[in-house]
């Protein structure tokens, strides 16, 4: 039986109904990229089983940039890369945090032995000496020694590494002092005792990683004598918790515990780190079971999962910053009334409900106020006064409003929600806010060049706990290049000065001057610290030890799977 | 991003009757859109740049729809956004249709000459054809990364962009048109070439790009939106759909889908009303 006919229905012809049909389908795209982003994105499977007992499964944002510390790969797969395949002489020990009972940190006043047994102190403070472990083996099986450790520093003196900047200003030259005792002993010298704690503070974190000299000098060349670049492509050059197994570029890494460890064999087995770009995929993925850990998440899905079933949140006070650097030399920002008034312009309790959902803390000052002895005597707590910013504006003597251009890194959301924040509430305090987005290369370009006159960013001070590090992390003396907001004031330096030269950093003595030096930054104001931000990574219930660390990684050798 | 061809009415078409009524609905949603962009700024509930509320409030009765992560409202923002949306789409295309205009003739009335203007032509034809070839997107990443994200930027950079299309339409009319016999008479005549481009070859060749211009401005609506969804677009907390799009798709797969979702329709619907009305414009212009 013949199908009946269709009527008769004039097709629609011609260009303008082409036309009309694409253009309502280009129109509907929006609507399906929203629905999109709700998918995995990961490039792998959605639905694959993550741990089974001691096998881990965390997503990252990417893979590193580099697999040694010493050719600069910045970022927190590199450090936690570091972290996971590299060790130190010492650690600080971790301890239960006081403000998340699921949650541990580090004790940053105290040291304990990884590749170093024990460490004594000369009786005037200025040697370190360092008893190294017997029988230790690297992840290519040579034995650690002496040897390596001077190696190690040779090697960050005489690459592009970042360790030289950072280790200011307790090591200035390892060539000098650091010595071989024995195979098993070497010392630190410093010049003044002063030095002694920020000695320990910077050796103990990840840029003191030690390397087996014996593999890095078999694949040295005339063109890469300390074998930077082949490790920075190879890996497992170390002697740390775990040993690289797998390395698929853009997709994921996966690490085998090393049962030659120090510390003993992890307990987790097998970590594989996929890459999941979006932090909000990241976070769906954890939801859904996919995975055990999602690192780098935004603060408003962090708090979101807080408090949801089988998801475990860490609410740890954290050294993890947002900044806002003003550029000194400038208008408006080389009149330091109006530095200030904009400290009194910055909406911080809004910042921290807002865009942190209630996940930040506070800070007051430049250093840890946990440290020993510590003195906070006239630093300022954060405080939006409005009245106050324009007071300082009109004493300052320049017409209202103040313009001035906030930059931030499309790579970092949280700094673009802060800057809408700051430029709603500068209205009223005497500003006029506009917001530039640049990609991270030209955000990095407008530092170094200068050319900024606010930017914010999210960073850490690794080793915060020591003052002088801290102090001068920002601001090193007669180092334009790296103090970005070219703020000097030789009150400042003289502090400073004064605080290393009164013997130990953490003594009341020394305090004082370092409560001086916090005084004079604060009056200068070329940096404002806007808020701690608690950390970005979430666990499945279950998996225990989680610890804060100053570099905000993850210490995967001691976390358990739990239940 | 290809070109659409548009058929020229054959001689010997029926006349326009101007008596019909039907399909004036179909301009109705798209005059509704534009009286939003020029009313709309005027009646907004909060200002669309600064923070109202508490970050990421669901849609209600303070709220129409809701606030996104920063507090802003998402109502005020996609009404405000309209304005610089359509605005942009609407200087896009009319500078992408004088560019279009300018080269196409160019390129048709001189690519088949001999020396060193036919060269020229030539290799502007093909210089059109590489930009293209290259998607609007990336080219207009590349650029307003150059030369930062303000409106002006954008317009000029889309329209230089989505030039191409207009340009490959008019060059082809032109082929047409200076084959007519009736420009060889007006040479004849003494008619200039000047003259017998912009008073006989022009007006022959520019209603094909004139019935694209549809095509244009949705596009450009698209890839503006597109530049802010990929980060590259108006700076924040500016209301512009894409943007908006951009910052609220996280919030959309946390559950959070007001924030998206509301300049993503917003979007689908200006581009939808907008080809309709033209659909029909078009349709009675044929006629």
Known sequence: MPLPSRPDRRPPSGPAAYRSGTVVLLGVLPLLLVACAGSDGSGGSAGSPSSTGDVLVEAVAAVPGGLAFDSKPGGYEAFEYTLLTGATLIRNPYVQAEDDPNALTQDLYDFEGVLAESYDVSEDGLTYTFHLREGVLSQAGNPFDADDVLYSYERKWNSTSIAPAISLPAITDPATQLRKIDDHTVSWTVAEAGHGFPLLAVISKISGEIYDKELLEEHATAADPYAVEWSNTNGNFGFGPYVMTDYQDGQQISFEANPEYPLGEPAIKRIIQRVVPDAANRAQLLRAGDVDVAVQLRAADVAAMTGTEGLQTFSVDTNNFAWAFMQTRTPPFDDPLVRQAVFYAIPYEQIIEQVYGGRANPVVGLLNPEAPHHVADGLLEQEYDPQRSLGLLEQAGVPTPVPYTITVSNAVPDMEAIAVQIQSFAGDAGFDVDIEVLPPAAFQEQALTKTFQMRLYRDMSVSYESPPYSLLLAFPEDNEERNSTSWEDPRFYEAVAAGVAAGDALSPEAAVHWNRAELVWQEGRAQIQMAKVQPLMVFREGLKGFAHRTDNVIDFSIVEPGS | ?287
Request: charged fraction near 15%.
């Open chain 2, 1 to 287: 991003m290809s070109a659409s061809t548009v058929t020229v009415p054959a001689v010997g078409a029926p006349a326009r009757d101007r008596t019909d009524r039907t399909g004036w609905w179909k301009v109705v949603p798209f005059v509704v859109i534009a009286l939003v962009a020029v009313v709309g700024p005027f009646l907004l509930p909060y200002d669309p740049t600064r923070v109202v509320a508490s970050a990421s409030v669901p849609p209600g009765g303070d709220h129409w729809f809701g606030t996104d992560s920063a507090g802003l409202d998402v109502f005020s923002r996609v009404v405000a956004a309209t304005r610089l949306n359509l605005l942009i789409a609407g200087l896009v295309t009319v500078l992408a249709t004088l560019i279009g205009a300018l080269v196409g003739i160019l390129i048709g009335m001189n690519e088949s000459r001999r020396g060193p203007l036919g060269l020229a032509a030539r290799g502007l034809s093909r210089l059109v054809d590489l930009a293209d070839a290259v998607p609007a997107i990336v080219l207009g990443l590349v650029v307003i990364s150059f030369f930062g994200a303000t409106a002006p930027t954008i317009v000029v950079c889309l329209a230089v962009i989505l030039s191409p299309i207009q340009i490959r339409l008019i060059r082809t009319e032109v082929l047409r048109v200076r084959a007519e016999a009736y420009l060889d008479a007006a040479r004849i005549a003494g008619v200039g070439e000047a003259r017998l481009t912009f008073r006989h070859v022009m007006p022959n060749s520019v209603s094909a790009a004139w019935e694209n211009t549809s095509v244009v401005f949705a596009v450009s609506i698209i890839v503006t939106a597109a530049l802010g969804f990929v980060g590259v677009g108006m700076p924040p907390p500016t209301p512009e759909w894409g943007a908006m799009l951009s910052r609220g798709a996280p919030d959309a797969v946390a559950g959070r889908w007001w924030s998206a979702t509301f300049p993503a329709a917003a979007l689908a619907l200006a581009v939808g009303a907008f080809a309709l009305a033209a659909s029909e414009v078009l349709r009675r212009r044929r006629r």
